[in-house]
């Protein structure tokens, strides 16, 4: 019997021995290169504060991107806690804004927002923010049109995850933990007006693609805005040759035909590497002689540099003058 007691006894330890050994978490994650996978670069996030993470989550959080009504994407792995969901972590790092400014993602939420509250109500996620969200920020020119696509970002960054199809933004006003409400005004819909905002569902209108990069660029050739057009164009091409530089850039799109319109045919084909893509244009430009003329067919080459941008050889080809 006394034997039967300290085997139970040494199980009991060594159980106990193999649980706590199960405590220590882990919270680093690897970077990635960029474009190893997916649309954007990928960023190692580690949990604020202490706590054991219980795994880790790839996300994809949208930014703002070259001052444009567009959402771009940065992937993220998130390392979890007991303390933090990974939509907590999505919001916070919109809060925080992006780290690479430089490649054209920007801020939209003003840097002293806190998160007040997430939970799932209703079938829906709803996120209070505190009051300073609805703070004007000049310095990053965030008002209420900046605070439309702010809401925009979180909704589309939360949803993209598949769990909730619909996400509410509320707002502490009185700082009590309440949140309340925007009115459309408030919130930069002001198509609503003073209506209450509802619970928002994806909004793929804002999202960053291969053709809105296109329509982007070329619509900044029509234009005459080189400056957004250079801040299309891939750094590096498809071969390996480097982006001139900004004047010789800017003289090389000065020189092409004068853009008068242009139109997508056939959709956009992408190589099986995901890294390279092809759009058909029809373009419609000014000839030497000042006349009016079509160019039917052209192709356009894209390179993946975490977003899609236009291969700077490649356009001016399609728009040279001849």
Do not use: H
């Amino acid at each position: 019997m006394k034997n039967r007691l300290r085997f139970a006894s040494l199980l009991i330890a060594a159980l106990l021995l193999v649980l706590s050994g199960c405590t220590a978490g882990f919270y680093g994650v690897e970077e990635r290169e960029a474009g190893d996978e997916g649309y954007g670069s990928v960023r190692a996030v580690l949990p604020s504060g202490e706590g054991t993470a219980s795994g880790r989550i790839p996300a994809t959080v949208y930014f703002r991107y070259l001052d444009q009504e567009l959402l771009a994407p940065v992937d993220y792995e998130f390392s979890l806690s007991a303390l933090s969901t990974v939509e907590e972590m999505i919001v916070q790092r919109l809060i925080d804004g992006p780290e690479d400014p430089g490649l054209g993602f920007g801020r939209l939420f003003n840097p002293d927002t806190r998160i007040v509250q997430i939970k799932e109500q209703n079938g829906y996620l709803s996120v209070t923010l505190s009051q300073e969200f609805l703070a004007d920020y000049e310095d990053m020119g965030l008002d209420a049109s900046a605070r439309r696509l702010a809401i925009l970002s979180l909704v589309d960054s939360i949803t993209e995850l598949g769990q909730y199809s619909r996400v509410l933004v509320l707002v502490d006003r009185q700082g009590n933990g309440t949140g309340s409400r925007l009115t459309g005004n408030e919130a930069g819909f002001t198509e609503l007006g003073v209506r209450a905002l509802e619970p928002l569902s994806r909004d793929a209108s804002v999202l960053l693609t291969a053709q809105k990069v296109v329509q982007t660029a070329l619509q900044a050739m029509v234009d005459r805005d080189f400056s957004t057009v250079e801040s299309c164009l891939a750094r590096s091409d498809f071969d390996g040759s480097a982006l001139p530089d900004s004047r010789t850039v800017q003289d090389g799109l000065a020189a092409c035909s004068s853009l008068i319109s242009f139109s997508l045919r056939d959709g956009i084909t992408v190589s099986a590497d995901g890294q390279r893509a092809t759009a058909t244009l029809d373009y419609s430009y000014v000839d030497p002689t000042g006349l009016p003329t079509e160019r039917l067919s052209v192709p356009l080459r894209l390179v993946r540099e975490n977003v899609w941008k236009v291969s700077y050889a490649s356009l001016l080809a399609g728009l040279s003058q001849r």
